[in-house]
């Protein structure tokens, strides 16, 4: 089963920040937080991972609390490319499977 | 285009006949997933490789299901006896991995639907 807990949709105007929850309460030390997003009829795409500290791309941003039971994955300007599914998943740093959740349906709309 | 390919990427049969689809990853990395997908659910993992060993199986993946990779490189997956129930997207990933890889996020295919009549 995931580990993740997030909201299954959110809305948000074009231009605007979008910023996707995640809980994952029950993290280990050794598990990584990874975000993949899923527009319709494609195959997922790697966005981000983090452990403990906040990190940046050229996608996207992650804010991960203190405790890193939760995370917030931030799209700075959404544009309509960007209506996917996002999903976030817990992992362990030698990698393997991805146990995927039910994710979070963005919409983005102009 | 140097991405991960499935082929084909699309597949209608006849519930009870055999189906294959091939995989092939982006050339260096060395491991290889299978994930299922239905409508309106996440991808589940069903198996993967590391160069030609079979190195996890999901309880998912009964005896109809057969993965391989023989020479590391392309792998395929075979449904046997197909069911209805057996219609999905089947994704497939790849990615580098194991000891001192830290750099191991997997990319995937535009995978393959399966419709079984």
């Known amino acids: 089963d995931a580990k993740t807990t997030q909201p299954p949709s959110m809305d948000c105007a074009e231009g605007r920040a979008a910023n996707l929850p995640c809980n994952h309460s029950?993290?280990?030390?050794?598990?990584?937080v990874y975000w993949y997003r899923q527009i319709h009829s494609q195959g997922p795409q790697y966005i981000i991972h983090?452990?403990?500290n906040n990190e940046t791309n050229e996608m996207a941003s992650l804010i991960i609390t203190e405790d890193r039971k939760s995370s917030t994955l931030i799209l700075p300007h959404a544009t309509l490319r960007d209506t996917a599914v996002y999903y976030c998943?817990?992992?362990?740093?030698?990698?393997?499977?991805?146990?995927f959740g039910q994710g979070t349906e963005l919409s983005v709309k102009p | 285009d140097t991405g991960v390919s499935q082929d084909p990427r699309h597949k209608i049969t006849k519930r009870g006949q055999n189906v294959t689809f091939r995989c092939d990853p982006i050339s260096e990395h060395n491991r290889l997933y299978w994930y299922r997908q239905t409508l309106g659910q996440g991808p589940e993992f069903l198996t993967y490789f590391q160069n030609e060993a079979q190195l996890e199986k999901s309880r998912l993946l009964s005896d109809r299901f057969s993965a391989e990779r023989p020479k590391g490189s392309f792998s395929t997956l075979e449904i046997q006896r197909t069911e209805q129930g057996d219609s999905a997207m089947y994704l497939c990933?790849?990615?580098?991995?194991?000891?001192?890889?830290?750099?191991?996020?997997?990319?995937f295919g535009p995978g393959t639907r399966l419709t079984v009549l």
């Open positions: 998943i817990v992992r362990p740093t030698q990698g393997g499977k991805l146990i």
């Open positions: 029950t993290i280990s030390g050794n598990e990584y």
């Open positions: 990933a790849s990615s580098l991995g194991g000891a001192g890889v830290s750099y191991n996020e997997q990319f």
């Open positions: 983090g452990l403990k």
